[in-house]
């Protein structure tokens, strides 16, 4: 009785704080041509080859080591191959629209290192204005000691989510389901055989279930983006719930070294994964904040408060029965994997009362997978079967 008293002040004291629509990519009118890595002696120098001269604020975030580049709307034209340039200090990037209107770019660092110059070239020699950082190796002492409290325009928008409280259905509303592409902008996801992200792929299967739903009639939807933009994980969780969602599911597609691993797989939230392979992907999937630089030091975690209340059987257990009526119909079209539904900690998958589900498409590291998840006619069919499942759901909950 106290406990649930306690959850309800939690979630009513924090009402209205949080509602935007994600939108579209602005077009924006500086464009990003290529992102370089070179290394000297003494330093890793990164350059980012622009077509306009910009404002730029750089910090950095320690465990792991990451140099964070916060720039205005950019229109991103660089190669594939730049996402998987490394050198240096430098072990891996990630650049994309970070929140509207801003993006940015995140340096993951073998080591520690800081920042020794940052300046932008003037046109010349063929190119456009360059964005040049200097990196030089240091260690750990130096590195945190460099680290800065994010300035207040670039911690605007860093703050966890805030709960709302869910408000109840008008029983004549059709019941909203919230499809939720996994990653987005700042954030690739996994990078595919042909160098696909997992981001593209996820939106576009977001937008056909989208339209393979509202054909049926049935529901309502709702997707977390619309556009290649990042969206923290316990937003996601926030805007179905703020929305009133009744179902959550969000779309992925993993990758991994053995090219010969594929399948699809279903999960659902459990405080204990169902295996090994299910706990490592959870931890994989739950590193999107970090993967796109997100400041999570200071956070007073909500969802963990929330968590307490996960106890809540009752959502857990429509989730599984969403997943028990999605497995046989993905498994029609997809290669399903041994036990297709399995139990891990998602973050994305822990609103105390929305049943939620987690649909790992395929593997972009395999082939065949690949070209299924990147072909237009199966990824309509699929859509197609999670409609159907999802109104097969819904009608299982009419008593
Ligand atoms: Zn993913």
Known sequence: MCKLFFRNIILLSVVGCLWWAPTATASADIVARDIRIGIHK???RVVLDLTKTVKFDIFALADPYRIVLDLPD????????????????????RYGQYQPGKSRVVLDLRKPGIVRRSFILPPGEGYGPRLVIDL??????VFLASIKAPSRASSKGQAAPKFILKPARKTTEAPLVVIDPGHGGVDPGAIGISGVFEKRVTLA????VRRAILSRGRQRVRLTRNGDTFIPLRRRVAIARAAG??????????????????????YTLSERSSD????????????ADLIAGVNLVGHDDEVASILIDLTQRETMNYSAQFAAALVPELRQLIHM??????FAGFVVLKAPDVPSVLVELG???????????TSSKSRAAIATAIARSVDNYFKGQKR
């Open 74 to 93: 950019i229109d991103w034209q660089v190669p594939a191959a730049a996402a998987r340039r490394t050198g240096g200090l430098i072990a891996g990037l």
């Open 363 to 373: 593997y972009l590291s395999n082939r065949r997978d690949e070209k299924m998840l």
């Open 205 to 208: 299967m977001a937008k056909q």
């Open 42 to 44: 003494g330093k890793t």
């Open 337 to 342: 994997r041994r036990k297709p539904h399995r």
């Open 136 to 141: 030089k190796k240091a260690s750990r002492k």
């Open 276 to 287: 090994k392979e299910s706990a490592a992907l959870a931890a994989k999937e739950n590193r």
């Open 245 to 266: 969602a009744e179902l959550f599911v969000s779309i992925h597609a993993d990758s991994i070294d053995n090219r010969k691993v594929r399948g699809g797989g279903i």
